[in-house]
DNA sequence: AAACATTGGTAACTAAAGTCACAAACTCTT
DNA sequence: AAGAGTTTGTGACTTTAGTTACCAATGTTT
């Protein structure tokens, strides 16, 4: 089993029961990790590749809340198995992805078990919380342009890659907005300097997108 | 030391070492109980009253997160504290509170010791997960006049009163809007006789605010 | 009672975002 | 290569929200 960054975080007889008990999983992009509404038996903790999880409301709208990417884990799923609840989110693969899932009855005997594995689990529900704060002060307090620009930065920080691949309504549907909208906001951008358009592709220039 | 609805919810054992290592403190109507910045050292659960919780943005605007009110506790600031982290958010008194702060040591000693403990954090954490996505979604998707519809329905909830006691400035700052905007909000609900309107008070109307 | 602060009402304007309609360019399939 | 579907560009318009300015009513302080 590959645990990748894993390794580095854990001690190793709470290494061996992960190797022992988790399960690895492959998704590939566009895979449908998962669903609104589906039971929680497992806690994911990502390997490698990005996991991109969704909100949506009533009628169907949905809005990317944040990204998961290698040795971060859901931690909305762990507290939902630990109480047998349902997701209140949906989760998608962004690239290829691979992840170990935690049984939730060993969720639980490790949190007494293995320090290592209670701090882990603290961090994450840290970083969860604070990423769903960014987002709620990205979405009250910042207009679209300036969203826009920092889901451009995000994909650029996560890919690695100054070239984005993505269409204006992948766009538009991440940040719940409208196609038009969006390409509108990006003909400002590139008429500023700031960006290239392509075809299925947005080229990030330095200096507004430092490189 | 005034446990309140607590007392159901913990073993003996347990609510005997609340009584010994917990903090019993008041707060009244305004006073801030956490703010930005500040180290976190304790976690507080709530006996009685309903604390505010806000984030902040870096231009100093505000928006209101959610209620914490009686036998809730701020799942942030257990995995703060756990990690000696600053606090991310503020809370401040709506009424009169009366809450127990739990040393961060007790934390995580008990989480091992007690299950009730171990299975309250996990609730906690739930539901304030499920509070901000819910956050997330009245900003995302709803319309200013069906978050304000939904703002003073909270505000019923939590008073038990159909006469809800706020200014139209104090709405603007929780929705994170401008008073002459939620005004005319108000004065447009109004007229569909929905609310009657008063100074510092606002009446809701059955069969709308159904009673 | 005079002065001041708070609260709420309203008009007029601007800015931001959403909607509708249509066209052009490109990709993929058959 | 013809046709279908996807992607992007753009103009015109509407709706929603934010801003500024001003006034009147009510409370509070001195």
Same mark, same amino acid.
């Given at each position: 089993?590959?645990?990748?960054?894993?390794?580095?975080?854990?001690?190793?007889?709470?290494?061996?029961?992960?190797?022992?008990?988790?399960?690895?999983?492959?998704?590939?992009?566009?895979?449908?990790?998962?669903?609104?509404?589906?039971?929680?038996?497992?806690?994911?903790?990502?390997?490698?590749?990005?996991?991109?999880?969704?909100?949506?409301?009533? +009628?169907?709208?949905?809005?990317?809340?944040?990204?998961?990417?290698?040795?971060?884990?859901?931690?909305?799923?762990?507290?939902?198995?630990?109480?047998?609840?349902?997701?209140?989110?949906?989760?998608?693969?962004?690239?290829?992805?691979?992840?170990?899932?935690?049984?939730? +009855?060993?969720?639980?005997?490790?949190?007494?078990?293995?320090?290592?594995?209670?701090?882990?689990?603290?961090?994450?529900?840290?970083?969860?919380?604070?990423?769903?704060?960014?987002?709620?002060?990205?979405?009250?307090?910042?207009?679209?342009?300036?969203?826009?620009?920092?889901?451009?930065?995000?994909?650029?920080?996560?890919?690695?890659?100054?070239?984005?691949?993505?269409?204006?309504?992948?766009?538009?549907?991440?940040?719940?907005?409208?196609?038009?909208?969006?390409?509108?906001?990006?003909?400002?951008?590139?008429?500023?300097?700031?960006?290239?358009?392509?075809?299925?592709?947005?080229?990030?220039?330095?200096?507004?997108?430092?490189?």
């Amino acid at each position: 089993m590959n645990l990748g960054i894993l390794s580095q975080l854990f001690e190793p007889a709470l290494l061996r029961e992960i190797e022992e008990f988790g399960q690895s999983q492959q998704f590939k992009e566009g895979d449908l990790i998962m669903d609104y509404g589906k039971y929680v038996r497992m806690m994911p903790v990502v390997v490698s590749g990005t996991v991109k999880v969704y909100r949506r409301d009533e +009628t169907g709208k949905e809005i990317l809340l944040y990204y998961l990417s290698s040795s971060d884990s859901c931690s909305m799923a762990y507290s939902c198995c630990m109480e047998a609840k349902k997701s209140e989110v949906k989760a998608v693969a962004e690239d290829h992805v691979e992840l170990i899932a935690i049984p939730h +009855t060993k969720l639980d005997e490790w949190l007494c078990k293995y320090p290592s594995w209670k701090n882990y689990i603290m961090r994450s529900f840290n970083e969860r919380f604070i990423e769903l704060l960014k987002s709620i002060e990205s979405i009250a307090f910042h207009k679209l342009d300036e969203r826009l620009v920092e889901y451009l930065k995000e994909k650029k920080r996560l890919s690695g890659s100054s070239v984005v691949k993505v269409s204006h309504h992948l766009i538009a549907d991440e940040l719940a907005t409208s196609r038009v909208v969006i390409s509108r906001l990006l003909k400002q951008l590139e008429n500023e300097e700031k960006i290239l358009l392509y075809r299925n592709e947005i080229k990030l220039m330095p200096p507004f997108f430092e490189d």
